[in-house]
Structures are given as structure tokens and as C-alpha cells.
């Protein structure tokens, strides 16, 4: 499979969050590959979805790397405890990206289970399994993807995305989650999966 370019990127986020599922994202740490399959997304347009960060074009010292070039990693710590990564698209100067939600295990599955719970993968109990990776939060913490990662090339060779794709009618979409405070944004049908 070949590594996404910047021009994947560089296009309507929505067409991205959706050509997102299937494709296989891949951190280089510690001397291991960590893979995973992309089965969940939802889109972030700041020029008009009150839940971006950059709504209305706010500019801050966290939200600056959503205003990057396409192809280049936001991520962001949520109530305190849990990072998020956005892939940022669409223009450079344009505040837009993609959220990873959810994922499953290609390569390196033991390692993101000890990541997350200190045990194996064949050590997780059936709860731990089923919520493993289905969740931003959780599949930074079991990729080993922190603050430290926000403004990386996703065009280079530590954290990068690899194509894959899948057919249009096995893509579902409706609404984001956990953006109650959206207003009319809430009910934007921006989030996909598979």
C-alpha cells in the first residue's frame, strides 16, 4: 500500500473523512510498527461547524495547527487526561481536520494492549476487548500518540497514513458525538464509520 501524499489531504474534509475509512495508519515507535485500520471519523469545519476548535476563525496557541498545511497532525488533550488526533485538510490557512474515532488492530496489537491496560491482548477480558480501540482517546493512548505529536508531517516517516479504501455503500454516516453544545452543528451528519 502506498503512504497517503499531501494531496489526499488537500481536499473538501468531508471527501476525506470519508476516503479515511479503510486506510491504515502506522506509528514507528520504539523500534516496532504499530497498524491499525481507520473504521471511524468525523469532520471539523471551522468556517462553519461550532464545534471546531477554530469556529469562526478563532485563532489560539492550541488551535494554530488546525490553520497548517494539509497533511499534518492536530492533536489535542481533552478533559485533561485524553489526547485526540485530527488529520488537518483542505487548505493551509483554512481550519479544517478530521478526527480519528475509531480503529481496529493490523499490527502491533499486543503492544497497544499493554499500552492501554498493562496486559496482552489475549490477557483482556471481554469488556476490555470490545471498547479497546473505539474511541479517540483510546486509540491515541494504545498508538502511543501524545501532545508531542501535534504539527508532525503525516507525510514523513513516524506517524503516517497508507490507503486502502472501501466501497461507497459500506460507509455509513449521521451525527458527531459528545457536541451537545453545538447548537445546529449537532445535528451536521459528519461523522462516519464502517
Not at 486509540?139 to 479504501?165: P, Q, S, W, Y
Amino acid at each position: 500500500m502506498e503512504k497517503l501524499t499531501r494531496a489526499f489531504y488537500d481536499r473538501d474534509t468531508l471527501e476525506v473523512a470519508r476516503d479515511l475509512l479503510g486506510c491504515r495508519l502506522i506509528h514507528r515507535v520504539a523500534g516496532e510498527e504499530l497498524v491499525v485500520r481507520i473504521t471511524e471519523t468525523e469532520a471539523y469545519i471551522g468556517a462553519v461547524d461550532k464545534a471546531c476548535h477554530a469556529y469562526g476563525g478563532r485563532r489560539t496557541a492550541r488551535t494554530e495547527t488546525l490553520y497548517a498545511r494539509p497533511g499534518t497532525a492536530y492533536v489535542y488533550l481533552i478533559y485533561g487526561m485524553y489526547h485526540c488526533l485530527n488529520f488537518v485538510t483542505e487548505g493551509e490557512g483554512t481550519a479544517a481536520a478530521v478526527l480519528l474515532r475509531g480503529v481496529e488492530a493490523v499490527e502491533g496489537a499486543d503492544r497497544m494492549a499493554r499500552n492501554r491496560f498493562g496486559r496482552d491482548l489475549s490477557q483482556l477480558t471481554a469488556y476490555q476487548r470490545k471498547n479497546f480501540l473505539n474511541g479517540p482517546g483510546k486509540v491515541c493512548k494504545a498508538m502511543a500518540i501524545t501532545r508531542a505529536h501535534n504539527g508532525l508531517d503525516l507525510t514523513g516517516e513516524t506517524l503516517f497514513l497508507c490507503g486502502g479504501g472501501l466501497p461507497a455503500g459500506e460507509i455509513h454516516a449521521g451525527k458527531r458525538i459528545g457536541i451537545d453544545y453545538a447548537e445546529e452543528a449537532v445535528d451536521f451528519p459528519w461523522r462516519f464509520w464502517i
